[in-house]
Nanobody, 127 residues
């Protein structure tokens, strides 16, 4: 069983920054791509960013490109999401997730391609 625990959410003014962290429980963390998704009230869960298992490739939703940065530290079993220039429309619960396919070579923005999910952390951006 894999546990993912997010942290770092909170309330921030528009234009501000937050850094989310997601700590994984298993040492095999480094063999799996990771992703961040978000879900706003009344909306479907949407893809935010993903990073390859080795950390060399990243992939972003158009809505966050240039503002958010995903990274990982395999020695700490942790993936990060640095969020800058936050907007009110970024308000949502943010989830990290592990790609189900070990050492995946293709990127994915589809929630069904991820098998383990964290409990989520709330990000609220005030205008």
């Amino acid at each position: 069983q894999v546990q993912l625990v997010e942290s770092g959410g909170g309330l921030v003014q528009a234009g501000g920054s937050l850094r989310l962290s997601c700590a994984a429980s298993r040492r095999t963390f480094s063999s799996y791509a990771m992703g961040w998704f978000r879900q706003a009230p009344g909306k479907e869960r949407e893809f935010v960013a993903a990073i390859s298992w080795g950390g060399g490739r990243t992939y972003y939703a158009d809505s966050v490109k240039g503002r958010f940065t995903i990274s990982r530290d395999n020695a700490k079993n942790t993936v990060y999401l640095q969020m800058n220039s936050l907007k009110p429309e970024d308000t949502a619960v943010y989830y990290c997730a592990r790609r189900s396919l070990r050492e995946a070579t293709t990127r994915s923005s589809i929630p069904a391609d991820y098998d383990y999910w964290g409990q989520g952390t709330q990000v609220t951006v005030s205008s």
